[in-house]
């Protein structure tokens, strides 16, 4: 997969413009403030996913317009395609002319791997930051996650309703098993996928990892369910009613796929709780170099790499082992200083400045 085009007609803060950027390496230089991170998120929306910043629709229009609106001309499935996207308080996309219902009708068209400052926490952090690398990835490999994860909140956010309204009416408290037996269902379908998509994920990341520290060190994965081992349906179906008191009372869910985690160890140690700061990074570069190969694999191509502003912050050792490990993809690298890549072979340099971007 290869941009070879990508067009911008108004966002955030990026001036109109026409980018026609490289097929390898793609350095975009620039001091803070100008632009770097929102180009990134603009070739990142093309996936059909959510800014990979938490952003919605309406706060990546310019401050002064009344929508924001980009297109990209690439390369995928062995053709030449075109994307445009126009945001107003919801988003529009158009694929080779045609408008699509949803974003799910993008979805695979153009895979992309982002790496940006804020992953660096995912490791540290709550396990929602892990949720959301999981499913994320799972959703461009497997458009019809999307909908499984959409019904699986909405039934998610009914059952929250009726906890709060059980205290007001009792009666309705019958109808909570309803409820739970539609929950079960479509949490089974979430589960499944997820550890399928670790089993794959974790001899990759391990291999990665043993890379980047020079097989020191070895990356354990494991998917931890809140719900025991065993058929997932009946036995989440018996958590659900062991909890009901817990649930009335703090008036949520609490066992499920929304509550589940993803444990990493380093030498059979939490890497959250025991793990230094250089472990828990290159635990992070492990699982995005490992989400790269497997949507090689799934693809039979290469998907497109962002990294945003995340190379300054590795050892020279972590940067050249992520850079050797991407070649052949292309990527594209913000940065606030272009000497750390002058000599990059099959490399473009470009400068960002105000919002427009310059070869150079």
Known sequence: MKITELGIAAFRNLKEQTILPGGGSNVIYGENAQGKTNLLEAIWLF????????????????????FAKLSM????????????????????????????RTAADVVGKLGCVVFSPVHLNLVKDGPNLRRRFMDGAICQ?????????????????????????????????????????????????IV?????FIEKLTPVAEEAYAGICGGKEQL???????????????????QLRENRALDLKNRTTSAGPHRDDL?????GNSARSYGSQGQQRSCVLALKLAEAA????????????????VLSELDKNRQQYVLNKLSGFQVFITCCEKEHFEGLENGVLFFMQDGQLTRG
């Open 263 to 267: 444990v990493l160890c380093i030498n």
């Open 141 to 189: 490999m497997k458009p019809s996650y999307i909908s499984s994860m959409n019904q699986y909140r909405r039934a998610l956010l009914s059952r929250g309703a009726l906890l709060k309204d059980c205290q007001y009416h009792a009666e309705l408290l019958d109808t909570l098993d309803i409820w739970d037996v539609q929950l079960a269902g479509l949490a089974e379908r």
């Open 47 to 66: 996936t059909g996913g959510k800014s990979f910043r938490g952003a919605k629709e309406n706060e990546m229009i310019p401050f002064d317009g009344q």
């Open 220 to 238: 354990s994965i494991r998917y931890e369910s809140t719900v025991p081992e065993g058929d997932y349906r009946q036995e989440f179906l018996k």
């Open 192 to 196: 499944e996928k997820r550890k399928e």
């Open 294 to 309: 497997l949507m090689e694999q799934l693809f039979s191509e290469k998907p497109v790499i962002l990294l945003d502003d």
């Open 73 to 100: 001309q690439f390369e995928s499935e062995g053709r030449p395609q075109q994307m445009d996207l126009r945001l107003t308080q919801t988003k529009e996309m158009f694929l080779n002319g045609a408008k699509c």
